[in-house]
């Protein structure tokens, strides 16, 4: 069989939730099924790093798809004409976008539907283009993945497709996520915090992730509990709104909040492993994956009590109401000062997260993929 793959998510030293998920999938189904011949598409340039097994073609075509417009072209433009070339027997879309223009069977996994939910979150072309077009994917696709039981649910229930159609691929968590000895932990905080304790958030600086109401708690705990620490920051500022800059500038403590930007896998293990706790209180999430790298960190967790963070962490971490700035407050102070929380913590996430892993991610993709390419297009 022939697939043809868009990767426009792989970029080098630039992998984000999405991208980390088609990196991990994609290097072990193409080794995996090497009778298969895979076409992986790319926008730009791409680094051979990607190129995972001999049974992979890369193709590169314009333009770089990065805005609805261009995105307008690369889909329904530049994809029709590249499988036309390849003559695929399925065209699968990692990131879930599809071409309307194209007769070729397609696949594609939806993470969530925030734009359906918050579109004022977006800017008005992408949430426009959102709205118009994934509507038109979902009914296009002959099957869909997606990455948590309540992002499948939302589908049905947003777009009216059949569950049978749609497939539950949870995420994994990167190979290289584990626990540090005291010892690493202590040189780690002295080099990010002067030796303070801290929490920690990772992720696209979104609104979605909620981080105005972080920011909130994090200065009312201090008040309450007088305690000495840091929270970092760890993500690139895409999306940095009003509404998260008003909630940074009125804090009282916003000298305890450091921004690191965006640090590799290898580092992120350290600071994850380091921190007394990871923060992750959004308001609406697919599925969340630094839930899972910390569950490997033994690190707790803070997160929210709704949309898919409750089945992933299941009763592995601090469920907290995302709306309330006491509840998210009382989260910290409860990793705080409260004896043995942490220790009890870890020990249900080194049961929760055997759930997870990406290989597991993998197999069940290949089998979505599989009953796709035995499908009829519905």
Request: aromatic share 14%.
């Amino acid at each position: 069989m022939k697939i043809a793959v868009n990767t426009r998510l792989l970029l080098k030293n630039k992998l984000e939730g999405i991208g980390w998920f088609s990196y991990e999938t994609l290097k072990r189904i193409t080794a995996q099924h090497r009778e298969h011949q895979f076409y992986f598409i790319f926008d730009r340039q791409f680094d051979e790093s990607f190129i995972f097994s001999d049974n992979i073609t890369p193709v590169v075509i314009p333009p770089q798809a990065r805005h609805p417009l261009l995105y307008y072209l690369w889909f329904e433009k530049s994809i029709p004409r590249a499988l036309k070339k390849i003559q695929p027997d399925l065209f699968f879309s990692p990131d879930g976008y599809l071409s309307l223009s194209t007769p070729v069977k397609s696949m594609h996994v939806i993470h969530d539907l925030n734009f359906e939910h918050y579109p004022d979150d977006l800017p008005y072309p992408e949430r426009t283009f959102y709205r118009h077009y994934f509507p038109q994917y979902a009914r296009k696709a002959c099957r869909i993945a997606t990455v948590s039981e309540f992002s499948k649910s939302d589908i049905i229930n947003q777009y009216k497709i059949p569950a049978e159609k749609i497939d539950v691929v949870y995420n994994g968590a990167n190979e290289r996520y584990s626990p540090l000895p005291d010892s690493e932990k202590f040189l780690v905080r002295a080099k990010y915090t002067g030796g303070l304790p801290y929490f920690v958030f990772v992720g696209a600086l979104h609104p979605r992730k909620n981080l105005a109401n972080l920011f909130r708690a994090f200065d009312l705990f201090r008040e309450e509990s007088k305690i000495e620490m840091k929270l970092l920051i760890i993500g690139h500022k895409k999306w940095w709104t009003s509404q998260i800059k008003e909630a940074f500038e009125k804090m009282k403590h916003q000298n305890d909040v450091d921004f690191c930007g965006r640090i590799d896998p290898v580092e992120l293990n350290r600071v994850i492993s380091s921190a007394a706790a990871l923060t992750y209180v959004s308001y609406f999430e697919g599925f969340g994956i630094p839930i899972l790298e910390a569950f490997f960190c033994e690190t707790p967790v803070i997160t929210s009590n709704i949309t898919s963070m409750p089945e992933v962490a299941g009763d592995a971490a601090i469920l907290t109401d995302p709306f309330s700035v006491k509840s998210i407050a009382e989260g910290m102070m409860r990793i705080a000062t409260e004896p043995g929380i942490r220790e009890a913590l870890n020990e249900k996430a080194r049961v929760r997260r055997q759930v997870f892993n990406w290989q597991k991610t993998a197999d069940r993709l290949w089998q979505s993929m599989e009953k796709a390419l035995d499908s009829s297009n519905l």
